[in-house]
């Protein structure tokens, strides 16, 4: 059973920079397409960006592109997100999921079936 668990997140000033990382175990990333969503308090959960481990194939929300980019780190089994130029409404708990469509780029969370348990970012100056 995939497991993920998230890393990387804390406290920042606007303008500054934060790598979250997606750690996976029981399984290898190569069979699934992995996306970053974002939890603002009293909004929706938001998806940022996703990478499909098969051929490694991106998508990033217009609402990051630019700012955020999602890698892959085969030999840690991992998937980062690396965030610039962060700011105030960057602020939220962001989750790494895992959806078993691996050719498929999507932030449909219904395709996600595997989801960590978050990590807090906070923004502000």
């Known amino acids: 059973q995939l497991q993920l668990v998230e890393s990387g997140g804390g406290a920042v000033q606007p303008g500054g920079s934060l790598r979250l990382s997606c750690a996976a175990s029981?399984?290898?990333?190569?069979?699934?397409?992995i996306g970053w969503f974002r939890q603002v308090p009293g909004k929706e959960r938001e998806g940022l960006a996703c990478?499909?481990?098969?051929?490694?194939?991106?998508f990033h929300a217009p609402s990051v592109r630019g700012r955020f980019t999602i890698y892959r780190d085969k030999d840690k089994n991992t998937v980062d997100l690396q965030m610039d130029r962060l700011k105030l409404e960057d602020t939220g708990v962001y989750y790494c999921?895992?959806?078993?469509?691996?050719?498929?780029?999507?932030?449909?969370?219904?395709?996600?079936?595997?989801w960590g348990r978050g990590t807090q970012v906070i923004v502000s100056s």
């Open positions: 999921a895992a959806s078993t469509e691996k050719y498929v780029i999507s932030l449909a969370e219904s395709r996600y079936t595997f």
């Open positions: 029981g399984a290898t990333l190569d069979d699934y397409t």
């Open positions: 990478s499909a481990m098969s051929d490694g194939s991106t």
